[in-house]
């Protein structure tokens, strides 16, 4: 079998992504209610008896809203950063295990690498997994690209990326000028422009899909963000794809090359 990855949804109201291979399935974050994400699941045929873990980036509800109780539920183990555990106040469940941000670790099958990126909750991160020679790279919540995410991100084959906003349209947009400067800000989110600038740093010539996620609906404008980042993969352009808030997308495998 080869690595496999879906989305349950991605936005501000809920995010989850399904990563698979060989016998190990993990659930990366869980920001829809137990019902929804059981729902979720079945429309892409997934058997929730066979998720091994979760993996939780941070603490906001859109990541964090389901996790323990999908957890009881399912009774699987959740792996989280110790400021994570400590802001969602679930340090002395015994489902949970602290993880070290700088220290990859192994769960079944997958291999686990943590990124510690900067976001505006406790101890933030973002998830490299790799299965045998193939690694793919979930990259959203975080207010600029760092060095280290650059030399993490550097060579994937598959990319869930960020392109939050278009700070025009955020200007502009309905938001309060508090939230506006936080999402915008350094500990905020990836406008176009600046997932844009990642992609320039990349390897495009390994990676075999970039999947634009975590989408503003009021904010960003789709052919906008795909017109910004398509601009910069001249030759790549139909290795784009969109993550959905409602539909998600659908698995998708990383090639053997
Ligand atoms: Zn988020
Ligand atoms: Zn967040």
Redesign the pocket.
Known sequence: MLMQFASLGSGSKGNATLVRAADTAVLIDCGFSVKETLQRMARLAFEPSQLSAILVT?E?G??AKGVMALSRKLNVPVFMSAGTAIALDCMADPRVQTIDLHTPFRLGDLHIEPVAVP???RE?CQFVLGYESHRLGILT?LGHITPHVVNLYQQVDALILEANHDPELLAEGPYPPSLKRRVGGALG?LSNRQSAELLQQIDLARVQKVIISHISEQNNDLALAKATLASVMPGHEDKLQFNCQDAGFDWCQIQPL
């Open positions: 941070h906001h859109d990541h976001h505006d909750a933030a919540d989110h």
